[in-house]
């Protein structure tokens, strides 16, 4: 059971948009609505910011929207800002009744 | 407001048995969804592990299966962490978590296992 493809990083200037691939299987991603997003900022808790795909949980900007085609989900990021920059990771439920993270993708807001 | 705060030694020898609590405030365990863990090895992106229902149900890693146990304690509002046989691989930040089978929705501050003699 590999990890899901995420590409290492990412970077973007203030007020600019960044999408961030994940790319799973017909086993996952390609199977499920169920991809999720998280945000992690080195040393606190990883903080839910898309689930079911495309669905905000209560509090996060609509600034963050995610999508899917076939095996590959995508999170956007639309008028980056500084707070922005952190790790991000993608989730799947899969087949075997599990989940699975991607790899993370760093994001530098420049 | 659904908090989660793990516990347990920092330290642990190889060979030995890793165990972790997780105390749940502000939702009972017993009134639903999956309570589990995640990991982050040093450098590395996050590893889930598993998670349990609150009826005990169990769903573990592939990779994993073999040496870990989760299990819950509604008396105590608290789930647990067991892995046995751990190696240097086995040191990671250690998250336990909340959410339906689908995805995490509450997570705990971590806490950093060290696997060394």
């Known amino acids: 059971q590999s990890a899901l493809t995420q590409p290492a990083s990412v970077s973007g200037s203030p007020g600019q948009s960044i999408t961030i691939s994940c790319t799973g299987s017909s086993s996952d991603v390609g199977n499920y609505n169920y991809v999720s997003w998280y945000q992690h900022h080195p040393g606190k808790a990883p903080k839910l910011m898309i689930y079911?795909?495309?669905k905000w949980p209560s509090g996060v900007s609509n600034r963050f929207s995610g999508s899917k085609s076939g095996n590959t989900a995508s999170l956007t990021i639309s008028g980056l800002q500084a707070e922005d920059e952190a790790d991000y990771y993608c989730?799947?439920?899969?087949?075997?009744?599990?989940?699975?993270f991607g790899g993370g993708t760093k994001l530098t807001v420049l | 407001q659904v908090q989660l705060q793990e516990s347990g030694p920092g330290l642990v020898k190889p060979s030995e048995t890793l165990s972790l609590t997780c105390s749940v405030s502000g939702y009972s365990i017993s009134s639903g969804y999956y309570w589990g863990w995640v990991r982050q090895p040093p450098g590395r992106g996050l590893e889930w592990i598993g998670y349990?229902?609150?009826?005990?149900?169990?769903y573990y890693s592939p990779s994993l299966k073999s040496r870990v146990t989760i299990s819950v304690d509604t008396s105590k509002n608290q789930f647990s962490l067991r892995l046995s046989s751990v190696t240097a691989a086995d040191t990671a930040v250690y998250y336990c978590?909340?959410?339906?089978?689908?995805?995490?929705?509450?997570w705990g501050q971590g806490t950093l296992v060290t696997v060394s003699s």
């Open positions: 079911d795909v495309s």
């Open positions: 989730s799947s439920y899969t087949s075997s009744s599990t989940l699975m």
């Open positions: 349990v229902s609150h009826s005990g149900s169990t």
């Open positions: 978590a909340r959410g339906p089978l689908t995805y995490r929705d509450y």
